[in-house]
């Protein structure tokens, strides 16, 4: 198995299946029980925003999702972009 | 076998295991075989700036992949961070 069997687990409906769809997962290993500043969540903020400087995004199209475990953080962002006609120029 | 256990495969040597590690997964799903712009190279460019907002990044510590498998694309970016004091204030 890879782990691109493991992006866009959820099979589309054939509706959705028409659509372009991107997946950003972001994943933070600490070491050693470290703290240090939690960015994550601010960072899937920013990430939107420059995603939707080259594809138009609506909020309600994101799926978002942070997952903790041990010293793994896991922030999966999940995007149905538009018909790619009504892309930004 | 959960996403997670794809997340840093290459177990670490000692001394990186003392350091914190990022990885970012950028996945594109294309629909029917359109074709639009290709951004996940501005994309990763972009994210690795917003990063470097919040935590400092040094280029020689990123290894970037690009996988293309049917009309998925997928960018795989590793970076291991430099020690908590060094990050930006």
Chains 1, 2 share one sequence.
Not at 52 to 62: G, R
Not at 66 to 73: A, F, I, K, P
């Amino acid at each position: 198995m890879s782990l691109l069997s493991f992006l866009f687990p959820t099979k589309p409906k054939s509706a959705v299946a028409a659509k372009e769809r991107l997946q950003i997962i972001i994943a933070r290993e600490r070491s050693n029980g470290r703290q240090g500043p939690d960015f994550l969540p601010a960072l899937h903020k920013e990430l939107i925003e420059v995603i939707s400087k080259y594809t138009k995004v609506n909020a309600d199209d994101i799926k978002i999702s942070l997952d903790r475990q041990g010293n793994l953080e896991v922030l999966d962002v999940n995007v149905v972009l538009p018909d790619a006609d009504s892309a930004p120029v």
